[in-house]
């Protein structure tokens, strides 16, 4: 049993509720089956979520919650101290730390709420995997799902409907408006970043394929990323351009969004991504998912959800996952996780999603 739980009657009916988990895009998406369930299980309580500020847009119009409360991390320890001092005078029944940081069990420890249940994180599975390649997981457990079990003692259930987001009706108009939607063309979203290094399949191969995809499907390749994918987006969006001798691809990283990214994912027919946030958001708005899983592995949890999603990777490597993360540089120096997923390989995938047998 967690240090911070402790015996709770199925029978009480809070009045309040915190969630806890402060980062990241794509830790917070993954949540959304959990907020549901607890909306579910306690129709009539006010449902609060604390995260990070720069994440405050993936829930901001979630109906089930009754605040969405943010913290800045640029204030430091005494913008969290301030942040305490703030939610021990809501006298919360119900606090689930989702995230089990050094700041959120700060915040439990010290706001004084009548239950306090956290999350297993599988440490030591994990350290055991990622050190020394020994599996003992036994079954292979979503990061989702493990939210959901951090509520089991209330009879919190999974109900299957996968990961959500709510995207407001003029999001949506204004971001056909921005793309220029044809109904007649078949969209294709690339989110070629990610985090980590290790993480990336290989710029020139996204190249390859967006030619080769708008070639055989007549389509429009969109890129999608933050500020920090600006220069990336654009260099692959211009070589499949020149490849194509015409536009076939744009790019709209950093341009839009949290809200406004899901919108346009929305319009894709189908999504091919990294392991990253961008690749649950995709999930989340429900679309036909490629995604290309380098040094992670399904065991930690983060692989996309719902029957939508195939997963390209190199399963031959015995020396993934080399992180539960991601790494800033390849560890054997040879990043064969990533070099070994061809075009081809991809390419095959994203004809399935689209319907169509190759050759």
Known sequence: MDEFQRNFSPMMKPDKILIIRLSSLGDIVLTTPFIRAVRTRFPNAQIDFLLRREFFEVLQFH?????????DTQSGFPGLRILKDSLQQEHYDIVFDLHKSLRSRYLCISMGAKEIHSIKKRIVPRMLLVRCGINIYGSIVSAADRYIETGRSFGILNDGQGL??????????RISTKIGVNPETVYIGFCPSAKHYTKRWLPERFIELGIRLSREWNG??????????IELC????????????????????????????A?????????VTND???????SAMKRKLVAVFGSTVEELGFFPQGENSIVVENKKLKCRPCSHVGRESCPKKHFRCMKEITTDMVAHACDEQLNVKHG
């Not at 919108?263 to 999504?271: D, G, K, S, T, Y």
């Open 164 to 173: 959500e987001l709510f995207i407001p009706e003029d999001v949506r108009e």
């Open 234 to 261: 654009r260099t692959i969006s211009e070589e499949i351009n020149r490849g194509r001798g015409k536009t076939a691809a744009k790019s709209f990283a950093g341009l839009f969004t949290i809200p406004e990214t």
């Open 263 to 271: 919108a346009a994912l929305e319009r894709c027919r189908c999504v």
């Open 220 to 229: 429009i390749v969109l890129l999608f990323g933050g500020p920090a994918d």
């Open 63 to 71: 109906p089930a919650l009754s605040h969405v409360l943010t913290y």
């Open 276 to 282: 990253s946030g961008l690749m649950h958001i995709a």
